[in-house]
């Protein structure tokens, strides 16, 4: 089955009772059983609900895994892997990450006697450099967030497997119909399900896809002892949202690849982050990873002048200024003091989170009204 039959149809049936060609909103927070312990799957809301059932199965589909699990939030998800480890346990991640991934880490996790590694993955091979008898999780993004760094899946999976690792790659910037990271041999394949996935900027939900079973047990034992989880709004909203999935990131891609180009050559900005120029850094392992490119960039002014991006950040008219991304409207931030404000300045100058760097979430309105709103807004 194709992607966008997959997109309409996985998961989802007729409803039994009713015939109804959407998938019900079960809004119950128990379910009556027959006797004492005989029951139809469903016990109780946090554990499992059919609506979240449904949503599950269409992921996991779409991500080519046996299992998805989804949870109230993208760092619920993230939080959910981290548990999997223990006092002593070493994790090496992406050193340009999402700030909120940053910030757990460091903040919350490292206070338990968990270490992190920070590691510029741009040459996978790095990552044997900070490898310890005590590691146990490589956490990958590619693209990166926001320097929209490739990262090479089939280098990351064979240090894995020979060190016996778990590889837990976020796919929340390429989507599951850019790429699919456990074709390239990632154990977990994590998404924060309010970007792409969901697609209108009104839910926060996030997903871990899965093949092996012990894995998947253990991961739900979690998500449901810990309570993460999404009510059965929120998972109607992402099923309906998915439908479009198809549709919407072939004009991300055709609106990002527009706007990237036209950056390039703007008298204003010094360099535009984006793996569809021929030139970007692992341009060719992002061809072999990924279907197409996407609708994610960033870039920097000349003169790399904080002024100057609060400026060009706070003009657009079109493109608003807020966090978040992957939804149908475009959106435009300032990392810095945005979605990267938690990672200390001399960490984040040193991946090349400037204090001019600007990030695009190119949404799906017209190309040319895009276009047209950047360049006023780059005006001096």
């Given amino acids: 089955m194709k992607f966008g039959t997959k997109a309409i149809h996985a998961g989802q049936e007729p409803d039994p009772s009713t015939g109804a060609i959407m998938t019900p909103i079960f809004q119950t927070s128990t379910y009556v059983q027959e006797a004492p312990g005989k029951h139809k799957g469903y016990v109780y809301a946090r554990g499992k609900n059919p609506t979240r059932t449904a949503l599950e199965k269409c992921i996991a589909s779409l991500e080519k895994t046996k299992y998805c699990l989804c949870f109230s939030s993208g760092m619920g998800a993230a939080d959910t892997v981290i548990k999997l480890l223990k006092p002593g346990d070493e994790v090496i991640a992406t050193h340009d990450l999402y700030g909120g991934s940053y910030r757990m880490f460091v903040r919350v996790f490292s206070n338990y006697g968990i270490k992190f590694h920070f590691v510029d993955m741009v040459d996978a091979r790095n990552i044997t450099k900070f490898l310890t008898k005590n590691t146990k999780l490589l956490w990958v993004e590619t693209p990166t967030n926001p320097m929209m760094n490739i990262i090479d899946l089939t280098v990351c999976s064979k240090i894995a497997k020979k060190n016996n690792l778990i590889l837990a790659v976020d796919n929340t910037f390429a989507s599951p119909y850019l790429q699919n990271p456990a074709d390239f041999g990632a154990d977990i394949v994590a998404h924060s399900v309010t970007k792409y996935l969901g697609g209108h900027s009104d839910v926060v939900m996030g997903a871990l896809c899965i093949n092996n079973d012990d894995l998947r047990e253990k991961l739900a034992f979690i998500q449901n002892s810990c309570g993460a989880t999404p009510g059965p709004m929120d998972s109607y909203l992402v099923l309906r949202g998915i439908k479009t999935l198809h549709l919407r990131m072939e004009k991300h891609c055709e609106n990002g690849k527009k706007i990237a180009y036209f950056l390039r050559k703007h008298p204003n900005v010094d360099k535009v982050f984006w793996p569809g120029f ?27 002048k904080l002024e100057d991006a609060y400026n060009v950040v706070t003009r657009t008219k079109v493109f608003s200024l807020a966090e978040s991304l992957g939804g149908v409207e475009s959106l435009i931030s300032h990392p810095a003091s945005m979605t990267h404000a938690s990672i200390p300045k001399e960490v984040r100058m040193k991946t090349g989170i400037s204090d001019s760097l600007i990030r695009l979430s190119v949404g799906v309105e017209d190309g040319d009204d895009l276009v047209e709103d950047i360049a006023m807004s780059l005006q001096q």
């Fill in 278 to 304: 021929p030139d970007h850094t692992n341009h060719a392992i992002a061809k072999k990873q990924m279907s197409g490119f996407g609708g994610m960039m960033s870039f920097t002014l000349k003169g790399d």
